[in-house]
């Protein structure tokens, strides 16, 4: 990224005082949220639709489809990419106002099929759920009968794409496909992560969480509240698998990924307290023998939500890394 300072829009911010409330919940303030946009006769460039994926745990997914393809009955087969919204695993939805223009723009200048995951949130159900969640969202487009999924997606070319926790859900996700469940998905076939601002922290702070302890986005208290409420009850600190990526040398199914050939793109941005785990989580990945792609630059916590320029630079990137893999 080309080196550019931004100035963050100010915005009620939901991380900043969470008030834990009796049952092992928090208090949540009403979001705006966005309807799917499934009118075959509109003039949006993407069409959405929302399928139920649970109803017991009451998780569901958005699909999002470019529109020319169905206004001119193309039948182009599309690379899949599974969303995991932000959010550090307590806070928003799939279809959060953000997100869902995000995956909007993704769809659109990827021309993919954008299928976005709403998931159990914390504390109400801590980790794994989140992770049981998204494997359910790849068990699903394994069998669905789905029109759109049939006609339009390419099952053997499909990515893990998640932003902060999202991008801590498609790390583990990632993992748990390597090591366990490849041949189960077939047809389905990840071929790459993109580990968006991902969300790990450990007992031990970087130099980035020490710098920006008091970041007006995404304080270090947070990120440790947070943690918290999502990890497993029980946990002591965040030398945790799920929020400390280099604990004990790292999982021991990174050699799965290597041999099932995966690509990860681990972006950062400057002014993010994430950025040294992050950048040390690309340089961790690269040396265990992954195909790393890495992007980082200037900017803050969720950049891409505001400021479009970045949007696209990001874009870019997970473009290159489907180019890369896809064969």
């Given at each position: 990224?080309?080196?550019?300072?931004?100035?963050?829009?100010?915005?009620?911010?939901?991380?900043?005082?969470?008030?834990?409330l009796?049952?092992?919940?928090?208090?949540?303030?009403?979001?705006?949220?966005?309807?799917?946009?499934?009118?075959?006769?509109?003039?949006?460039?993407?069409?959405s639709?929302?399928?139920?994926?649970?109803?017991?745990?009451?998780?569901?997914?958005?699909?999002?489809?470019?529109?020319?393809?169905?206004?001119?009955?193309?039948?182009?087969?599309?690379?899949?990419?599974?969303?995991?919204?932000?959010?550090?695993?307590?806070?928003y939805?799939?279809?959060?106002?953000?997100w869902?223009?995000?995956?909007?723009?993704?769809?659109?200048?990827?021309?993919?099929?954008?299928?976005?995951?709403?998931?159990?949130?914390?504390?109400?159900?801590?980790?794994?759920?989140?992770?049981?969640?998204?494997?359910?969202?790849?068990?699903?487009i394994?069998?669905t009968?789905?029109?759109?999924?049939?006609?339009?997606?390419?099952?053997?070319?499909?990515?893990?794409?998640?932003?902060?926790?999202?991008?801590?859900?498609?790390?583990?996700?990632?993992?748990?496909?390597?090591?366990?469940?490849?041949?189960?998905?077939?047809?389905v076939k990840?071929?790459?992560?993109?580990?968006?601002?991902?969300?790990?922290?450990?007992?031990?702070?970087?130099?980035s969480?020490?710098?920006?302890?008091?970041?007006?986005?995404?304080?270090s208290?947070?990120?440790?509240?947070?943690?918290?409420?999502?990890?497993?009850?029980?946990?002591?600190?965040?030398?945790?698998?799920?929020?400390?990526?280099?604990?004990?040398?790292?999982?021991?199914?990174?050699?799965?990924?290597?041999?099932?050939?995966?690509?990860?793109?681990v972006?950062?941005?400057?002014?993010?307290?994430?950025?040294?785990?992050?950048?040390?989580?690309?340089?961790?990945?690269?040396?265990?023998?992954?195909?790393?792609?890495?992007?980082?630059?200037?900017?803050?916590?969720?950049?891409?939500?505001?400021?479009?320029?970045?949007?696209?630079?990001?874009?870019?990137?997970?473009?290159?890394?489907?180019?890369?893999?896809?064969?």
């Amino acid at each position: 990224m080309a080196s550019q300072r931004f100035v963050r829009p100010t915005f009620d911010n939901p991380f900043l005082k969470i008030e834990e409330l009796p049952g092992d919940t928090i208090k949540r303030k009403p979001e705006p949220l966005t309807q799917a946009n499934s009118d075959p006769n509109g003039t949006s460039l993407v069409m959405s639709k929302d399928v139920d994926l649970d109803i017991n745990k009451k998780t569901w997914l958005r699909i999002y489809v470019p529109r020319r393809l169905i206004t001119n009955h193309d039948q182009e087969k599309l690379p899949v990419i599974f969303y995991y919204h932000g959010g550090g695993f307590v806070f928003y939805h799939a279809n959060s106002f953000g997100w869902d223009a995000f995956c909007q723009g993704m769809a659109e200048n990827l021309g993919a099929m954008v299928i976005a995951l709403e998931y159990r949130l914390a504390p109400e159900n801590r980790l794994p759920a989140a992770y049981e969640d998204a494997m359910d969202g790849l068990y699903w487009i394994k069998s669905t009968q789905d029109e759109l999924v049939r006609n339009y997606s390419d099952l053997s070319n499909v990515y893990l794409f998640g932003s902060s926790s999202g991008g801590n859900m498609a790390y583990h996700t990632g993992l748990s496909v390597a090591a366990t469940t490849y041949k189960e998905l077939e047809p389905v076939k990840i071929k790459g992560l993109i580990l968006h601002q991902p969300y790990f922290s450990g007992k031990n702070k970087t130099e980035s969480e020490k710098k920006l302890k008091d970041d007006q986005f995404l304080p270090s208290h947070s990120i440790d509240k947070m943690f918290e409420l999502a990890m497993p009850r029980g946990t002591l600190d965040h030398d945790h698998e799920y929020s400390n990526p280099f604990l004990n040398g790292g999982s021991k199914h990174l050699d799965d990924m290597v041999a099932r050939g995966f690509g990860v793109l681990v972006t950062g941005v400057s002014d993010d307290p994430l950025v040294d785990a992050a950048r040390n989580l690309a340089n961790f990945l690269e040396e265990k023998g992954i195909k790393t792609f890495k992007l980082f630059g200037d900017g803050y916590h969720a950049i891409e939500l505001f400021e479009p320029s970045m949007a696209a630079v990001l874009f870019d990137a997970t473009r290159d890394l489907i180019s890369a893999t896809k064969n």
